[in-house]
């Protein structure tokens, strides 16, 4: 018999393991209020995903100086496909387009990130698999670079960091976004979409420094 831990390596698992640890209880801090710049780790970069199968945003997220900012950005989205593919067909033909893109990316802004920080994919609500697969592409492609596992973060618990609610609605979690991110510097189509805006989302939350 095979032992499926061994089919994903440990880091991942035990990233997986946190991630959905901080997701089950995510709880709003006792001393909530409205996070400022100064709450966010200093002088770093991060890319940042907030993935699926149909829309897939990124950000080059920065703190230099103590201001927050997306140095880059875009939405990846697959081309209308003239096919009669359906279901799983076209749910692979999506994940095969998803990982040319997602190598574009990386390779592009290779060596101007720190770490991948991708949203941990849900299992409850509306194709669920689309989040999911897309995240194995993200894992498999930063593999195939030779870069670390990224790091998962539930939209739960940025909703109870960041917005003061677990549940945060993605109007709230783009309001904050939006009054968080001081400079944008791309500015073309499909740069600042609410993909964009969710995957900076989770990025702020893992840079967020929690108080002790």
């Not at 791309?186 to 993909?195: A, D, F, I, L």
Request: overall charge negative; glycine content about 6%; hydrophobic content about 40%.
């Amino acid at each position: 018999m095979i032992d499926s831990n061994h089919l994903v390596p440990d880091e991942i698992l035990a990233r997986i393991r946190e991630a959905v640890n901080r997701a089950k209880t995510a709880k709003v801090p006792k001393t909530w209020r409205p996070p400022t710049a100064a709450d966010f780790v200093p002088d770093t970069q991060i890319l940042c995903f907030d993935q699926s199968l149909s829309n897939s945003g990124w950000a080059l997220l920065n703190t230099d100086d103590g201001v927050i900012s997306v140095q880059d950005s875009g939405t990846i989205r697959p081309p209308v496909l003239e096919t009669r593919s359906r279901g799983f067909e076209l749910t692979l033909t999506k994940a095969v387009y998803l990982a040319r893109e997602i190598q574009v990316v990386l390779s592009r802004l290779y060596g101007q990130y720190e770490q991948v920080v991708i949203e941990l994919p849900s299992i409850f609500g509306y194709r669920t698999e689309s989040s999911l697969v897309a995240a194995a592409t993200i894992c498999i492609e930063l593999d195939r670079g030779g870069e670390e596992p990224p790091v998962l973060v539930s939209r739960n618990s940025a909703g109870a960091v960041l917005c003061g609610d677990r549940h945060a609605s993605k109007s709230v979690s783009s309001n904050l976004v939006a009054t968080l991110v001081e400079e944008r510097k791309p500015s073309g189509r499909g740069q600042w979409t609410e993909h964009v805006r969710d995957a900076v989302f989770v990025g702020l939350r893992h840079l967020y420094v929690e108080e002790k």
